[in-house]
């Protein structure tokens, strides 16, 4: 079965600052990928997804994410980070199949 | 938003007792799954259905069991509730497989003591 690791549990920056979450997964076909943000108390919101095409995707608030085949990674990032953007972000991936496996999540944390 | 509703939302219940978690969806989407999320472990799969009366296992089924008799309706039991199973369960949603968006509920807080 496909599965997903996401290296960082936890990550802080500044406000205005850069952000890039990691996401690597492990599927011997082509996946299907998503990223997801969680508030706290709620459920999970689809940022952006992937499956073929221009391997830069951009998605919702401002964030996108690069699909690198070579490295089995779907990173997302975000030029400017702002202090709404603090939640817990999710990879999934999804296969031929019909479930869909997500990572341990990121918790981000903006500081003023 | 997409119309799913988990009820209860918060439950307290002893260990040994039958519980029942339910999952409603207005969307009359074919595909329905129960994650619980547990903190380091993200969202894991439980159990899903890919149409009425069809369900398969996931990754951490052991303990629970489904039931889907409408295709509005998906039912999460666990028979005999455990301390390890105090979590937060999710239910979510897909029209289809493949890159198809899965939209979630707002989750219910199980607590076994």
Excluded at chain 2, 2 to 18: C, D, F, Y
Excluded at chain 2, 102 to 110: I, M
Aim: aromatic share 12%; glycine share 10%.
């Amino acid at each position: 079965a496909q599965s997903v690791t996401q290296p960082d549990i936890h990550i802080t920056v500044s406000e205005g600052a850069s952000l890039e979450l990691r996401c690597n997964y492990s599927y011997g076909a082509t996946p299907y990928l998503f990223w997801y943000v969680q508030s706290p108390g709620q459920g999970l919101q689809l940022l952006l997804k992937y499956f073929s095409g221009d391997t830069l995707v951009q998605g919702i608030k401002g964030f996108e994410a690069e699909f690198k085949r070579s490295q089995s990674s779907f990173n997302l990032r975000k030029p400017s980070v702002h202090w709404s953007d603090a939640a817990e972000y999710f990879c999934a991936v999804g296969a031929g199949n019909n479930d869909m496996r997500f990572g341990a999540g990121t918790r981000l944390t903006v500081k003023p | 938003d997409a119309g799913i509703t988990q009820s209860p939302r918060h439950k307290v219940t002893e260990t040994g007792t039958p519980v029942t978690l339910r999952c409603h969806q207005t969307e009359n989407h074919r595909y329905m799954y129960w994650y619980r999320q547990d903190p380091g472990h993200g969202l894991r799969l439980i159990h899903y259905s890919y149409g009425v009366k069809d369900t398969d296992k996931g990754e951490v089924s052991d303990g629970y069991s489904v039931s889907r008799s409408k295709t509005e309706d998906f039912l999460l039991t666990l028979e005999s509730a455990t301390s390890s199973q105090t979590s937060v369960y999710f239910c979510a949603i897909r029209s289809g497989t493949g890159n198809t968006e899965a939209f979630f509920g707002q989750g219910t807080r199980l607590t076994v003591v």
